[in-house]
């Protein structure tokens, strides 16, 4: 059977230095669902999202207490393998970062990196995560040709799909349309949503309409805290808090 809880924070808590970022963050994030996380710029979304795969450990001064679990292993124990980790969880920022190499090779790197050299076999994953991010049709003809020719919200497809290419099972996305013009944004959307029957997603938006048209369960972030977590719909209809309500319905942030 299925787990329904892909992850799990307990007593979560982030420091930067003296900056208390993140303040008991207790979170389960259903199987196969989307999350948005929303609330005001600096409330600490994209730090919460960081700790879901230890991106974190990358910054000096950092200091996690508490848990997070990933189907039921604390991804904090001194034994996990971070890289393995960052595979099972990958990430999509904000702007999309191809790199300065062709279509085909930004695909096929982390297979590469990971030791895959049968061009069939590369040729099968590079197809397959494209059409994985709804991006094979506009690319095909152009595989050789550098990514960074292609339009921002074909960079971010191919983003994606270069997460897909190492089959993750969790992807994290921090404001992945926030660069993208509106239309490239309703394609990223669509994605998002066909890729939540094979993928747990967690994505980060400052835009309210967004996390109600597309996600399954909502976090609203203040100051380092989770003020209310419910499903997307009582969140935007019905929240028991007054400040996600001021939240949502603009009286502030
Ligand atoms: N690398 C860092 N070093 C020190 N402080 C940071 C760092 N990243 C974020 N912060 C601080 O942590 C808080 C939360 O930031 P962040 O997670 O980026 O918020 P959000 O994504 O909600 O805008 C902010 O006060 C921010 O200034
Ligand atoms: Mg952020």
């Given at each position: 059977m299925q787990r329904q809880e892909k992850i799990r924070t307990r007593g979560l808590n982030l420091f930067y230095g003296e900056h208390h970022?993140?303040?008991?963050i207790d979170l389960n994030v259903r199987t196969h669902s989307i999350t948005a996380l929303i609330g005001?710029?600096?409330?600490?979304k994209s730090t919460f999202l960081r700790t879901l795969n230890r991106m974190n450990d990358l910054i000096d001064g950092v200091r996690i207490i508490g848990e997070v679990s990933i189907d039921d292993e604390n991804i904090y124990q001194p034994n996990v393998d971070v890289v393995a980790l960052r595979k099972k969880v990958g990430m999509v920022f904000q702007r999309p970062n191809p790199f300065p190499m062709s279509v085909y090779d930004n695909i096929a790197y982390g297979p590469r990196i990971h030791g895959l050299k049968d061009r069939r076999k590369l040729d099968e994953i590079v197809e397959k995560s494209l059409k994985g991010a709804a991006l094979w049709e506009e690319v095909k003809d152009r595989?050789?040709?550098?990514?960074?020719?292609?339009s921002g919200g074909q960079q971010q497809r191919l983003c994606i799909a270069r997460l897909l290419a190492v089959e993750p099972e969790i992807l994290l996305m921090d404001?992945?349309?926030?660069?993208?013009?509106p239309i490239s944004t309703l394609k990223i959307e669509e994605l998002v949503q066909e890729l939540k029957r094979e993928y747990t997603i967690v994505i980060v938006t400052h835009n309210m309409q967004q996390a109600a048209r597309i996600s399954d369960f909502t976090a609203y972030f203040l100051n380092g805290e989770v003020v209310e977590y419910d499903t997307t719909d009582v969140i935007f209809t019905n929240p028991r808090d007054q400040r996600t309500e001021d939240y949502i319905t603009g009286r502030f942030g």
């Open positions: 970022a993140l303040k008991d005001p710029s600096g409330c600490g595989l050789h040709k550098p990514a960074l020719g292609l404001e992945p349309t926030s660069a993208l013009d």
